[in-house]
């Protein structure tokens, strides 16, 4: 195989540069993937263990969606055909130096842990985080997600809220990291796009939503609940979503505004916590 082959890089920003031995450390920060101790996206760790805390992107478009975030993206590792399909975007000036490892599928393979299909990943460094006023500062509809600790739903979450105009996302306690590579991933990049923040107060931090004009709604199918749809006014609002099988916390309900269920089938009490959240979006959206 030609690395070279058809792909212009004279008027890249990025430089190009070819990998051809999986041992070359210019690649590490996209070595052990799936390693649970040497994954590269591991935030820093107490006692004494400090992962990287890199945010790794997969794919043409979530690579397209964090060159377009404030992510800043610092390295690149793909093969020439994602190179190619990527052209346009690694022109931009943003990126003048960042270096784009080339390597054929095989090399990718040996470093990565595994073959990737999407043939193309870019890392970029954790930003310093953003603050709860800073992201409801002109929001109109937040999401919040308690304990909700399973990357796909979360990934899932962010990709419902980006396509049904949610402003912005608030982790309280026990939720996962966002920036997982498989979070990253499933959002379909959307988790580098829509602003995010983790309560430092939980669950004080509604208390900051409801001074700040949000109706704080929890999604529940518990006793008092009210049908969504008569929960679901104007206004600033704040949906609440709590972890598959428990929900939200009881005392974190008693601080809500009002309970809502969505409406469901004789035998079935409850949606995949990624999917409740889609509708409650969506008839939020629809007003």
């Not at 070595?31 to 996206?41: A, H, M, T």
């Not at 990709?159 to 402003?167: E, I, K, Q």
Request: hydrophobic share 45%; with cysteine.
């Amino acid at each position: 195989m030609n690395l070279n082959d058809a792909v212009p890089t004279d008027e890249l920003a990025v430089d190009v540069i070819d990998i051809n031995d999986p041992a070359d450390p210019r690649v590490d920060d996209f070595r052990d993937l799936n390693s649970v101790d040497r994954r590269p996206d591991v935030p820093a760790l107490p006692g004494g263990r400090v992962g990287k805390g890199l945010v790794i992107a997969e794919g043409v478009l979530v690579v397209q969606r964090m060159i377009a975030s404030r992510f800043a993206t610092h390295a690149f590792f793909g093969n020439s055909r994602r190179l190619g399909e990527l052209v346009d975007d690694l022109k931009n000036p943003a990126l003048a130096g960042v270096p784009f490892y080339r390597a054929s599928a095989e090399v990718m393979k040996d470093v990565i842990g595994f073959h990737l299909n999407r043939g193309v990943l870019a890392a970029a460094r954790r930003p310093t985080e953003l603050a709860v006023p800073d992201i409801i500062d002109g929001a109109e509809t937040v999401a919040v997600l308690e304990g909700v600790n399973d990357h796909e739903n979360i990934g899932s979450i962010f990709r419902n809220a980006a396509g049904l105009g949610v402003d912005a996302v608030i982790f309280g306690a026990g939720s996962a990291d966002p920036l997982y590579r498989r979070c990253v991933r499933v959002s379909m990049g959307h988790a580098l796009l829509v602003p995010f923040a983790r309560s430092e107060a939980w669950p004080g931090d509604l208390d900051l939503l409801r001074d700040n004009g949000f109706t704080t709604v929890a999604l529940t199918p518990g006793v008092g609940s009210v049908p969504l749809a008569d929960a679901v006014t104007g206004g600033r609002v704040a949906f609440l979503v709590g972890a598959e099988g428990p929900g939200l916390a009881e005392h974190t309900l008693r601080r809500c505004d009002v309970r809502a269920r969505i409406p469901m089938a004789r035998g079935t009490d409850s949606l995949n916590v990624a999917t409740a959240a889609a509708i409650a979006f969506y008839e939020r959206a629809r007003r």
